[in-house]
């Protein structure tokens, strides 16, 4: 082929976020080649270039003909499923690719698979990125987050085709390289986790505005549109509020209201929370969510429950009669306040969870960098993002973002709020795990002392684990049995 009628990049997966990010790079200026092992979905592009002005997108049947028709060196993007789809297309692909050339994987890939990925590609002189991508579909069409991570090299390569293709913030495109191995895919994860904390939170608002205060989902779309402008402004928020004002097409009523209350998922939370066990990084807002998606499978047995404690003597549903009346514009503003504190710690819990497995891997990321790629294009892209950027920038090695000074500020302005509703849940009989979870990890980690001096006291008597001591140095073991007999007094009867 003459260069001038080769592609600038190419893209292999054609589903809904292949073709979006694929018209994406074309209408941006970028001439791509495109390849589907089901070659319908290759016409299907092709038709909707044709059918969105034209775009420059060229379509290939053969594996050999599609990286045949990209410039060298070639840079070629997979999205396909996870796991073994991704080895099957590399290994397609790769046959006819030469020294120098890159894959950049853009699905939700385990960071160890894209690190085994990059030391086999490197053994046949091919470059190596695992790319996350956020902001579903439309983000994909119209400018995503970009987190791509791998050979540098292979960055530069496309960096100024994804500087365009980004979603772009008032401080630059929501793309940065962010660091060797599969960083790129393990950012990608915790932005999930995150993510699983942020809508679970805003399911338990939602909850507690409608059970509690009796809210309409009318006037829950005027709330969340209204949180929308403030400290709240987010994309989550934003959808909330247009979910609440959909009709359901087949019948009376809003849709909302008919969609079965069991949440799916893909597996990044799970990785999430197990990635944070593995380096003892407290995230139970996040965990609270992923337990939160298990028990609302158990649907059938939640249906069952619920018969056979009514007739145990629970009253209904939930006990939402607290004896008082409700106040619902305090409620409404509680609330408010409740879920901006409780997605703070989420973001902390995130954050975290990044930094020690940057310090276990070498990464060197740099969260404030982060920060700044979600503000926009992806699923938890939202205001405070800016300001999250801007206190790691403050203090590079912040231990926790609820110790920034306005952030610290802005948790303890909204403290009592947020107690209210959470007691006010508890009282109820509502279950708000993420708010609670959110809440005890505040109050824990503010301080100083805990009852850990306990456990650890257990821990020595039946296990002779030792402790340590407040005033002196060392680790110490007593024999408490023994020494509990000796200072036994006697049996104390309290009166």
């Known amino acids: 082929m003459e260069a001038a009628a080769l592609s600038r990049i190419g893209l292999a997966g054609l589903a809904v976020m292949g073709q979006n990010l694929a018209l994406n790079i074309a209408e941006k200026g970028f001439p791509i080649s495109v390849y589907n092992r089901t070659a319908s979905k290759v016409d299907e592009t092709v038709g909707r270039a044709a059918s969105e002005g034209g775009l420059p997108i060229s379509g290939h049947h053969s594996p050999a003909d599609f990286v045949l028709s990209i410039q060298r060196p070639r840079s070629i993007i997979i999205l396909v499923k996870a796991g073994a789809p991704v080895d099957e297309t590399i290994n397609t692909l790769s046959q006819f690719m030469e020294p120098g050339d890159a894959i950049i994987d853009g699905g939700n890939e385990w960071y160890e698979n894209t690190e085994r990925r990059i030391r086999d590609a490197a053994a046949c002189g091919l470059l190596y990125l695992g790319m ?33 293709v980004a979603a772009q913030v008032d401080d630059g495109p929501c793309v940065t390289y962010v660091g060797e191995g599969g960083s790129g895919n393990f950012v990608k994860m915790v932005h999930n986790g995150i993510e699983y904390g942020d809508m679970q939170l805003i399911s338990e608002a939602y909850d507690v505005l409608k059970t509690i205060g009796g809210l309409s989902n009318s006037e829950l779309a005027e709330i969340f549109a209204d949180w929308n402008l403030g400290e709240l402004e987010s994309f989550l928020i934003e959808i909330t509020a247009d979910i609440f004002n959909v009709k359901d097409e087949h019948c009376e009523g809003d849709l909302v209201d008919k969609i079965l209350d ?36 158990l649907k059938e047995e939640r249906v069952s429950a619920a018969r056979i404690l009514e007739e145990a003597g629970i009253k209904g549903d939930v006990n939402v009669n607290t004896g008082r009346s409700i106040d619902k514009k305090r409620l409404i503003d509680d609330v408010r306040q409740a879920l901006y504190a409780s997605k703070i710690c989420s973001y902390a819990q995130g954050m975290n969870l990044l930094r020690a497995k940057s310090a276990e891997k070498a990464w060197n990321l740099n ?65 708000t795990p993420g708010m609670c979870a959110s809440l005890a990890y505040f109050d824990t980690y503010r301080r100083a002392r805990l009852p850990a001096n306990l456990v650890q006291a257990q821990r020595d008597l039946f296990g002779a684990h030792t402790y340590e001591r407040i005033d002196r140095p060392g680790s110490f073991h007593t024999e408490w049995k023994k020494l509990a007999r000796q200072n036994k007094p006697g049996i104390a009867v309290l009166k």
């Open 132 to 164: 996350g991508v956020s902001g579903g579909e439309d983000g994909a069409r119209h400018g995503p987050s970009l987190m791509p991570g791998g050979s540098f090299q292979a960055y530069k390569n496309i960096e100024k085709i994804v500087t365009r």
């Open 367 to 431: 969260l404030g960098e982060l920060a700044r790629i979600w503000k926009g294009g992806c699923i938890i892209r939202a205001r405070f993002l800016d300001r999250i950027k801007k206190a790691y920038e403050r203090n590079r090695v912040l231990a926790n973002l609820i110790v920034d000074p306005e952030f610290a500020r802005e948790m303890v302005q909204r403290q009592a709020a947020w107690r209210r509703v959470v007691g006010l849940a508890i009282e109820a009989g509502i279950s």
């Open 262 to 297: 069991k949440t799916g998922m893909k597996g990044t939370g799970k990785w999430t929370v197990q990635q944070a066990a593995d380096l003892s990084i407290a995230a139970p807002t996040i965990a609270a969510s992923l337990d939160c998606r298990y028990l609302s499978g």
